[in-house]
């Protein structure tokens, strides 16, 4: 089996803001830690609703990637790289276009939702049509078995995961593959070959999950075995096919909880977001302009938390104690609105100084982070030169 790897990315759009960081920053930070992780910046898939008008995309590249930094994103411990920069990407996504039916990317259902929401742009390109499959390709190169992501991207993954399932079931028919499998069975020693054949018998005819993962871990474990016969002996588990791409699982994240300065979702579309680095007066000043309850005119007025954008953040960003003072001097108007709004003030800046501390070091030395992107393009080409190997070997394209 393959190594556990986490792959993400996000499209450039310029600097990120509090959404962003509370949505899939924090959870990218967490994971970092966890399990080997490569973070990309899917530059190409910017170009399928802007391949128009492509000037900003460099520059919003590198402002995303000193943003990551800048969260808490850590290079040594994560690959951080370009997506058109590895050029295997575009090789996988053509070949995977070969056998992809067209129903399959016509039916995602984010397909038709952007359709009538960029209703405004000239979107009828195989480029957004087949965008699915660049994400598919992004994924698959790495092989990766988690991909976090929210509710509205499950159908990406569950599409992946086909287009894998199919792709093996095309060209995992290594000729004498059954027999090159009973041979490597025996390169595990009579004990564990007769452990394996007893454990595939109650996977395959029984369904017992179980089983299927004892044996993968007892091969994991086996050091006798050569890569190849690894990878031979896991397919074989689940049939008769040589496992090529591996279906990633979705790791579900949390949708993000805070709000934008209005009440609606956080988005530079609404003018309504407060960027990771923004300037603290700034900050200040837009969170202390927020609108509040309606029914609060004056300052003697009572109000309902419950009814104000400014609660919302309060339940992000503040303790217990502090949220129940503000219930209990909104509704008899103990407190005044601009009072309610201090303890965000002070935990937002709170939140973003380690983030103005962190970034500042790039800014003033933006070769810094060319750096940290070169060796993460490095290190992401090797792996994906490694699946591309196989990938033309079994189709046929190797040429050795």
């Known amino acids: ?80 790289f370009i997506q058109s920069r590895v050029p295997e990407h575009a090789e ?30 000239d979107l009828a ?41 199919r792709f093996n079931h095309l060209y995992g028919k290594e ?39 004892q044996a993968q871990a007892m091969l994991d474990e086996a050091g006798s075995l050569s890569n190849i016969d690894r990878e031979r002996l896991f397919g074989y588990l689940e049939g008769s096919r040589k496992i090529i791409l591996v279906e990633p699982q979705v790791k579900l994240t949390e949708a993000s909880r805070l709000p934008g300065l209005d009440g609606r979702k956080m988005s530079k579309s609404y003018g309504n977001s407060i960027s990771l680095r923004e300037d603290p007066e700034s900050v200040t000043k837009k969170i202390r302009t927020m609108p509040t309850d309606p029914a609060r005119v004056r300052r003697s007025d009572t109000g309902d938390p419950l009814k104000c954008p400014v609660w919302q953040l309060h339940e992000v960003y503040s303790d217990a104690n502090t949220k129940d003072w503000v219930m209990k001097g909104c509704t008899s108007a103990g407190i005044g609105c601009l009072e309610c ?14 983030m103005h501390e962190r970034a500042q070091q790039y800014v003033d030395d933006p070769s810094l982070v060319r750096a940290i992107v070169a060796d993460g393009c490095e290190k992401a080409r090797k792996l994906a030169q490694e699946t591309m190997r196989d990938v033309r070997e079994v189709m046929g394209l190797s040429y050795s």
């Open 92 to 121: 996988l996504h053509l070949l995977l276009s070969m056998a992809t039916p067209l129903g399959w990317l016509e039916r995602v259902p984010t397909y038709k939702d952007q359709i009538e929401n960029l209703a405004n742009r």
């Open 341 to 354: 709004k201090q303890p965000v003030v002070e935990a937002v800046l709170a939140e973003q100084e380690p």
């Open 1 to 80: 089996m393959f190594p556990d790897r986490v792959v993400s990315g996000m499209r450039p759009t310029g600097l990120m803001h509090l959404g962003h960081y509370h949505g899939a920053l924090k959870n990218w930070i967490r994971m970092q830690s966890e399990l080997p992780c490569l973070f990309f910046v899917a530059d190409w898939h910017a170009l399928t609703t802007h391949y128009d008008d492509p000037a900003i995309i460099e520059k919003s590249t590198w402002d995303m990637v000193i943003d990551w930094l800048a969260a808490g994103i850590d290079p040594a411990q994560a690959t951080i």
């Open 125 to 165: 390109t195989y480029g957004f049509l087949g965008y699915p499959l660049l994400q598919a390709a992004d994924v698959l190169i790495y092989r990766a078995t988690q991909v976090p992501v929210g509710e509205d991207q499950v159908p990406h993954i569950e599409m992946m995961r086909e287009i894998a399932r």
């Open 175 to 213: 000729p004498g593959f059954e027999q090159k499998a009973l041979d490597a069975v025996k390169k595990l020693g009579s004990k564990r070959a007769k452990l394996y054949a007893e454990l595939r018998t109650a996977y395959q005819q029984d369904g017992i999950a179980a089983a299927l993962e």
